[in-house]
T-cell receptor, first 110, second 120 residues
């Protein structure tokens, strides 16, 4: 099974940087996804990591350490529209199901 | 329109009634999933399907039934609704690359807009 932990809430100021951590314990691992979900909307894909290291996509970056069971999502130059819930999800080695963390609600303040 | 749709978007029902939530995708994705989302629990997988006529249980299948007679449709039925099934339900689909096992960068799950179900 999968055990995924991430903080419940984070608050940051517009223009700042926020780092959302995700730790996982899993019996088999193939990759880690990050999804963004605005209130009342569906989750949308942000990033995917399968190898150790940093993947950068514009203002968003995601890092993975497989040996430590640890990932983070880095949001730079925060904008008000980045206020949302960020979901960490783990993909198993031999299946296409995802296990999701409970999500981190990020509030961006002016 | 192309994409993944769910109906109804909102539903209020009473305990003991049967309710069916519909999910339709136009991409011909082979995999489809049903999740429920509750405060503090995140997304939990109810059932999933690898292809037409192939379904399997997820983390929280009790009280739910699914079918997949056509690739594009994946209805979820609550046979006798209970208050604990009040939740937001999301359907998702994905198309794993041929010849692969396990998730991969191109195996993104695309989510429908959700159905908010209230059981009184």
């Amino acid at each position: 099974g999968q055990n995924i932990d991430q903080p419940t809430e984070m608050t940051a100021t517009e223009g700042a940087i926020v780092q959302i951590n995700c730790t996982y314990q899993t019996s088999g691992f193939n990759g880690l996804f990050w999804y963004q979900q605005h209130a009342g909307e569906a989750p949308t894909f942000l990033s995917y990591n399968v190898l150790d290291g940093l993947e950068e996509k514009g203002r968003f970056s995601s890092f993975l350490s497989r040996s430590k069971g640890y990932s983070y999502l880095l949001l730079k130059e925060l904008q008000m529209k980045d206020s949302a819930s960020y979901l960490c999800a783990v993909g198993p080695l031999d299946d296409y199901k995802l296990s999701f963390g409970a999500g981190t609600t990020v509030t961006v303040r002016a | 329109d192309a994409g993944i749709t769910q109906s109804p978007r909102y539903k209020i029902t009473e305990t003991g009634r049967q309710v069916t939530l519909m999910c339709h995708q136009t991409w011909s994705h082979s995999y489809m999933f049903w999740y429920r989302q509750d405060l503090g629990h995140g997304l939990r997988l109810i059932y999933y399907s690898a292809a037409a006529d192939i379904t399997d249980k997820g983390e929280v299948p009790d009280g739910y039934v699914v079918s997949r007679s056509k690739t594009e449709n994946f209805p979820l039925t609550l046979e006798s609704a209970t208050r604990s099934q009040t939740s937001v339900y999301f359907c998702a689909s994905s198309e794993p690359p041929a010849g692969t096992t396990g998730t991969s960068p191109t195996d993104t799950q695309y989510f429908g807009p959700g159905t908010r179900l209230t059981v009184l």
